[in-house]
């Protein structure tokens, strides 16, 4: 019997979750074959099968916790899947393991899960025939059994019972509140379940980041509004040779990635970070990009924007978008990011006030794209606007630094040709 531990899945994680088991007891996995996906306080990782053989016990159910190095499973060597039969070079034939072993042989080897099927319906291993692999008790055989014995089982006559003279029934009174105001009102009907589950640790490190940032940053929000429509124009124009160049669509964050480190470049400590009482300023833009995955919104970051192509951009995002969805982000992809982009606008929002991720000093969000009036050389004109919001870290960026970074975000999408010509 081989057992399955918790390896270490990042530096300082010591606790993960099961987030959902992939395969189920009695399975047989091939070696190489993820088992479980795990849940760190940063991200999902799948833990593959050390061997090959069958999944015979899980230790550690879905939403529960555990710890590196605790035993999560147990697995039988084995190298043959549960649907194929062993080959025998002799020549004396061999009966198919999935063939049912005869009652009155050898008591057959008992599953874990089957052997709890058998106290619970008061059944004996022998009693059973048994279908698995290699002649084994399977939770299905217990079962299966079970439910014949219920069927095939004699149903006792009714009781004759003696008519008795009709009793007038009462009308139950309703239920009543009665409210501060002395009014008395029905108690509400339908369905009122509470449903309990525990919170998964992407989640609960979300709220504790969430909370840190409101509690210890002097957090300040600062508005503005871009016409979309010469960005618009450029896709438009180039959409179809950027796609048969690069392999990948062209969209619209690449053009605020590249504003947002345009706009880092001239106001570093929008860039920057408080460590203990320095200022620590960098000289790289690592983005992180707000995401919406199989686990909720995640913020893998894109390293040194700075120097990556649109093309570069739109597939390291299209990578992590795939990766977020199958639950196949790794820490490392969400460790670091000196500033972050979130787009609210891909769900709909008109106008938000997003929270900045510790310890970064600022964040940019994006919102939803409408057409509105807006006054051009005194004529009112339809365009395609956008709100912009930058909140920031008032500790150690001054209001005027946050507004005019922005409007810089604003000057460089509203003409995207300054990317190219560094004005």
């Not at 300082?12 to 849940?39: M, Y």
């Not at 179809?240 to 392999?247: I, M, R, S, T, V």
Request: glycine residues 8%; hydrophobic residues 40%.
């Amino acid at each position: 019997m081989v057992e399955v531990t918790v390896p270490s899945v990042g530096e300082s994680i010591s606790e993960v979750q099961i987030s959902r088991w992939l395969k189920q007891e009695g399975d047989f996995v091939q070696a190489g074959t993820d088992l479980v996906d795990l849940e760190t306080e940063k991200a999902s990782v799948q833990i593959p099968a050390p061997i090959s053989g069958v999944l015979t016990k899980i230790v550690k159910k879905n939403e529960e916790f555990a710890t590196v190095g605790d035993v999560i499973c147990m697995m039988e060597p084995s190298d043959t899947p549960a649907n194929q039969p062993q080959s025998n070079p002799g020549s004396s034939p061999v009966t198919s393991p999935a063939s049912p072993v005869p009652a009155s042989a050898a008591e057959p080897r008992v599953m874990p899960a089957a052997s709890r099927a058998l106290g619970d319906n008061n059944l004996s291993a022998p009693q059973i025939t048994a279908t698995g692999p290699g002649g084994r008790l399977l939770k299905e055989d217990v079962l299966a059994h079970a439910a014949n014995q219920h069927a095939s089982a004699p149903v006792a006559p009714a009781p004759v019972v003696p008519k008795s003279p009709p009793v007038l029934e009462i009308p139950k009174p309703v239920a009543t509140a009665v409210t501060s105001t002395g009014i008395t009102t029905s108690a509400p009907a339908g369905n009122r379940v509470e449903e309990v589950k525990v919170m998964s640790m992407i989640r609960r490190t979300i709220a504790t980041r969430l909370v840190q940032a409101q509690h210890t940053a002097a957090l300040l929000t600062t508005f503005n509004e871009v016409d979309m429509q010469p960005v618009m124009n450029l896709r438009t124009k180039y959409r179809d040779a950027f796609q048969e160049k690069h392999g990948v669509k062209l969209g619209f964050m690449s053009f605020f990635a590249k504003a947002a480190c345009e706009g880092l470049k001239r106001f570093p400590s929008v860039n920057a970070e408080i460590r203990g009482n320095n200022v620590v300023y960098k000289s790289y833009c690592d983005i992180g990009i707000a995401i919406g995955g199989g686990k909720g919104l995640v913020v893998p970051v894109l390293r040194n924007v700075e120097k990556m192509s649109f093309a570069e951009v739109e597939r390291s995002i299209g990578d992590y978008s795939r990766k977020a969805m199958d639950n196949k982000l790794i820490p490392e992809d969400l460790e670091g990011g000196t500033f972050t982009i979130s787009n609210g606008g891909v769900y709909g929002s008109m106008l938000s006030t997003p929270i900045v991720n510790p310890p970064q000093s600022a964040i940019l969000g994006l919102h939803a794209i409408n057409d509105r009036p807006v006054a051009v050389a005194g004529q009112v004109v339809i365009l395609p606007m956008m709100y912009l919001a930058l909140t920031y870290d008032h500790r150690i960026i001054d209001g005027r630094e946050a507004v005019t970074f922005l409007k810089t975000i604003k000057e460089v999408i509203e003409d995207p040709t300054r990317l190219f010509l560094e004005v």
